[in-house]
């Protein structure tokens, strides 16, 4: 018979997991690959953030508090993270950023990104998709980050500015089907 302390420290760790509703066993790899990327993106860091306060712009972000977005199932949801993280590698993938940031720390971002969504494929028969509306939100804010970074000349503040607020929106991104973006 095992100690009933062991049960609880069982109990503990389970309830300490990352809470995320992807199945088969993919939650503990998302949260970890979620996590290097948030940490890579940290690394990125070039430019003192107090040069770069006169470039602040807001860019709305679809999945955060306050926006109209109904919620969405576990797949769609999935789907349009997927989404995202695409647009991200779409942003960070260009001449243009590896002309501002060290190159081993954006190919350490980029192969990051990578393997977030390699986490995230689905079995092919799901076939869901990121619902319409939340798609074209999700395009429109990655827009203004090109059209921002345009104007800027692709300045390096420019590029610090698109960096934090990535950093700050990327984690918040909701992946539950019950807790869909709004």
């Known amino acids: 018979m095992l100690p009933v302390h062991i049960f609880l420290v069982g109990g503990v760790m389970l309830s300490c997991s990352p809470a ?24 990125l860091r070039s430019v003192p953030g107090h040069q770069c306060l006169r470039d602040r712009t807001d860019f709305p972000c679809p999945w955060k508090e306050g926006t109209n977005i109904t919620p969405m199932t576990l797949g769609e949801t999935t ?15 260009t001449e243009a950023s590896r002309a501002a940031w060290h190159e081993r720390a954006l190919d350490q971002l980029l192969s990051s990104l990578w393997r977030e969504l390699q986490v995230l494929k689905r079995p092919r028969e799901q076939g869901q998709s990121c619902p319409l509306p939340f798609a074209l939100a999700i395009r429109t804010y990655f827009r ?8 800027k000349a692709h300045s390096a503040c420019s590029w610090e500015i698109v960096r934090v607020q ?3 929106d990327l984690p ?9 973006p709004r």
Do not use: I, M
Not at 81 to 86: F, H, I, K, V
Not at 172 to 180: C, E, H, V
């Open 20 to 43: 995320s509703s992807l199945d088969s066993g993919k939650s503990g790899s998302l949260h970890l690959e979620r996590s290097e990327t948030a940490r890579f993106l940290a690394e």
């Open 79 to 93: 789907s349009c993270y997927s989404q995202t993280l695409r647009q991200v590698l779409h942003l960070f993938d």
């Open 144 to 151: 203004g980050f090109f059209r921002y970074l345009k104007a």
């Open 166 to 168: 990535l950093q700050v």
């Open 172 to 180: 918040a991104f909701p992946l539950s089907a019950r807790r869909g």
